[in-house]
């Protein structure tokens, strides 16, 4: 593909009068003439990897650009707004009753909404993004919209942005999962098989969910005839969710095999039981049928990624439709330093004995920075609690559903530090709302999780995923404070586990963030 180096500013008129950025000419160049399917773009926060991006989509007929998050798309949408924004039903109101939201909208082919294709503003929009060569969209109304209603797919190139959630976002749509209410009401019981791997377990998960699915489409034809007669907006509703769940329920009878996995946990804010079923690893047939199809060209940009070897696992690929290029950082290594204090090994072996060793030097870093607002990243309740038992009054944490209040409260009071065992994404703290960054624990995932202990303990592949996903957490809960080239943060790095993983394991870790590191 001939290549516009003009493309930026001739395209985009906020940048008419810019100039390119260390590597991302080369990035963009990179882009285009790769012969691979997916190229992976492993960039820091102020490479610039949305004029990347949209830069390799104007190079295309038609083309979308994923986020993660409602934060980026409409930091996308400002910047570039030549580009079109298309966001989920709940995003608009419904013209029918302005107490509702589109996605409560009554509208079903068994009850039209008269203004549907008249004064809706979701349908509207839609329309539009559709029509137009640049579309912003979120990772779940891609997924939803490409595989069920069938408008949103054929891109000649896709860009993902954050693509360091791809996985979870895949997960996440093809896994089956059942909320505590669903099993009440559908009254649905356990499967006879705990396990896939158990004798006949495939078989008698498959006859269980038909059962169930049965028993839903039993339902979905009552309330199919109280629609008829008009029903109630509640009744229509649940109508919409069950013919979710059946979908659900079709790609689980289509996809399982002995490497699913069942799971009984417990909802983090309700504390109800939810049901999950689940795949080891997405498979080539999973990620191909319900992802890859949608598009000729993939780009994954993210400031972390793992290792070829398991992007091709976690993604369903193989190693050789993938290519990799890395930039560096714009931001001074001196204004993002990452201290190693290894005073404490937060391990189980010994991790009673050195907690006090650990409180201790957080301590020390607090009083160090008394002045100005931090962030604690635990990783475990055990240490975010902890953490707050030492009675620092400086302290605020969060419990369940009420992190975005919290979090608030965080950046209004001077001097304050964020305690956090869930904050390594997401967290945009620029500035004086973040000078210093403390990680307690290496960020590992829990091997009490089923799917995490059958990765680890099934392969070396899955032992090796798990050093990977513990290093990209360290990276990307470290860059929650320099924002831009004039920001500084330092970030303190004080389980001993985390200087193991990085001495022996330096490849996991992307060269710009390495660049920063010594020990304190």
């Known amino acids: 593909m001939d290549f516009n180096p003009h493309i930026l500013t001739q395209r985009f008129s906020h940048f008419s009068q810019a100039q390119y950025r260390p590597g991302q000419l080369e990035a963009i160049r990179y882009i285009l003439t790769s012969p691979k399917p997916v190229t992976v773009l492993i960039a820091p926060t102020g490479s610039g990897k949305s004029i990347i991006g949209m830069c390799s989509m104007a190079h295309h007929p038609r083309a979308s650009y994923l986020c993660s998050s409602r934060q980026l798309q409409a930091q996308i949408t400002t910047d570039f707004p030549e580009a079109k924004l298309m966001m989920g039903r709940s995003n608009f109101q419904c013209d029918l009753n302005l107490h509702l939201t589109c996605a409560e909208c009554v509208h079903t082919k068994l009850s039209p909404c008269v203004l549907k294709h008249i004064t809706c503003e979701y349908e509207q929009q839609k329309q539009e993004v559709l029509k137009h060569p640049l579309q912003i969209l979120n990772y779940s109304y891609l997924l939803?919209?490409?595989?069920?209603?069938?408008?949103?797919?054929?891109?000649?190139?896709?860009?993902?942005?954050?693509?360091?959630?791809?996985?979870?976002?895949?997960?996440?749509?093809?896994?089956?999962?059942?909320?505590?209410?669903?099993?009440?009401?559908?009254?649905?019981?356990?499967?006879?098989?705990?396990?896939?791997?158990?004798?006949?377990?495939?078989?008698?998960?498959?006859?269980?969910?038909?059962?169930?699915?049965?028993?839903?489409?039993?339902?979905?034809?009552?309330?199919?005839?109280?629609?008829?007669?008009?029903?109630?907006?509640?009744?229509?509703?649940?109508?919409?969710?069950?013919?979710?769940?059946?979908?659900?329920?079709?790609?689980?009878?289509?996809?399982?095999?002995?490497?699913?996995?069942?799971?009984?946990?417990?909802?983090?804010?309700?504390?109800?039981?939810?049901?999950?079923?689940?795949?080891?690893?997405?498979?080539?047939?999973?990620?191909?049928?319900?992802?890859?199809?949608?598009?000729?060209?993939?780009?994954?940009?993210?400031?972390?990624?793992?290792?070829?070897?398991?992007?091709?696992?976690?993604?369903?690929?193989?190693?050789?439709?993938?290519?990799?290029?890395?930039?560096d950082s714009t931001f001074p290594a001196c204004n993002r330093p990452v201290l190693l204090k290894p005073v404490a090994d937060m391990s189980r072996r010994t991790f009673d004995t050195d907690l006090p060793h650990l409180l201790a030097e957080i301590a020390k870093i607090l009083t160090k920075h008394r002045h100005e607002r931090g962030v604690i990243h635990t990783k475990s309740w055990r240490i975010a609690e902890a953490v707050m038992g030492t009675g620092n009054p400086r302290l605020i944490t969060h419990q369940g559903q009420d992190k975005h209040e919290a979090l608030t409260r965080f950046k209004q009071q001077p001097s304050s530090v964020w305690v956090s065992p869930s904050s390594e994404r997401g967290l945009d703290l620029p500035d004086d709302q973040c000078r210093f960054i403390i990680i307690a624990k290496a960020p590992y995932e829990s091997l009490a999780d089923k799917l995490v202990s059958s990765r680890v303990y099934g392969s070396s592949l899955g032992k090796y995923w798990y050093k990977s996903a513990c290093a990209q957490d360290i990276v990307q809960a470290s860059g929650r404070g320099v924002r831009h080239e004039q920001d500084y943060c330092v970030t303190y790095l004080l389980d001993k586990q985390i200087e193991l993983l990085l001495t022996k394991h330096a490849g996991l870790f992307p060269r710009y963030w390495k660049q920063a590191v010594d020990y304190a």
């Open 144 to 327: 939803y919209e490409g595989n069920y209603v069938g408008k949103f797919s054929d891109y000649p190139l896709i860009i993902c942005d954050e693509a360091d959630t791809l996985e979870s976002k895949l997960a996440g749509f093809v896994n089956l999962t059942i909320p505590s209410s669903l099993l009440q009401r559908l009254n649905i019981t356990p499967p006879a098989r705990k396990t896939a791997t158990s004798k006949d377990g495939v078989s008698v998960w498959q006859a269980w969910a038909k059962k169930i699915k049965s028993v839903v489409e039993t339902e979905l034809a009552i309330l199919k005839a109280d629609i008829m007669e008009g029903a109630s907006e509640d009744t229509i509703k649940l109508f919409k969710r069950l013919e979710s769940f059946v979908g659900r329920l079709r790609i689980f009878l289509a996809h399982v095999d002995q490497t699913w996995l069942y799971q009984q946990l417990e909802s983090r804010y309700s504390h109800r039981p939810v049901w999950t079923f689940q795949p080891v690893w997405l498979t080539p047939a999973l990620t191909r049928e319900y992802f890859w199809r949608h598009g000729q060209k993939h780009v994954l940009m993210s400031a972390t990624m793992p290792p070829k070897p398991i992007l091709a696992q976690l993604l369903g690929l193989s190693s050789g439709d993938i290519d990799v290029i890395e930039i």
